[in-house]
């Protein structure tokens, strides 16, 4: 069993920048992914960012202004976010593969609006 706790979310205005984290509860072996799906309303969660040991991949939307880490020490990933659009507004939740299981966290909002 692996809790997942995010946080950092919160509202913020267009072209400003968030930080998410989130930190499991057991170590997630490097070469498992994490990483962070959004949903908005009335749409389908998506994936926003995965890191593992040897890649990171990026929705093409987020590419160049989100930036996705991994502390393994810590048992946490990260989610750098630049730029901030409106469109980005969403639930942000994290994941994390262990064993052959995916765990999610709670969410967290991300509003994006002046």
């Known amino acids: 069993q692996v809790q997942l706790v995010e946080s950092g979310g919160g509202l913020m205005q267009p072209g400003g920048s968030l930080r998410l984290s989130c930190a499991a509860s057991?170590?997630?072996?490097?070469?498992?992914?994490m990483g962070w799906y959004r949903q908005a309303p009335g749409k389908q969660r998506e994936l926003v960012a995965a890191?593992?040991?040897?890649?990171?991949n990026y929705a093409d939307s987020v590419k160049v202004r989100f930036t996705i880490s991994r502390d393994n020490a810590k048992n946490t990933v990260y989610l750098q976010m630049n730029s901030l659009k409106p469109e980005d507004t969403a639930v942000y939740y994290c994941?994390?593969?262990?064993?052959?299981?995916?765990?999610w966290g709670q969410g967290t909002q991300v509003t994006v609006s002046s």
């Open positions: 994941f994390a593969n262990y064993g052959l299981r995916t765990y």
């Open positions: 057991r170590t997630i072996f490097s070469h498992q992914p």
């Open positions: 890191i593992t040991s040897d890649s990171t």
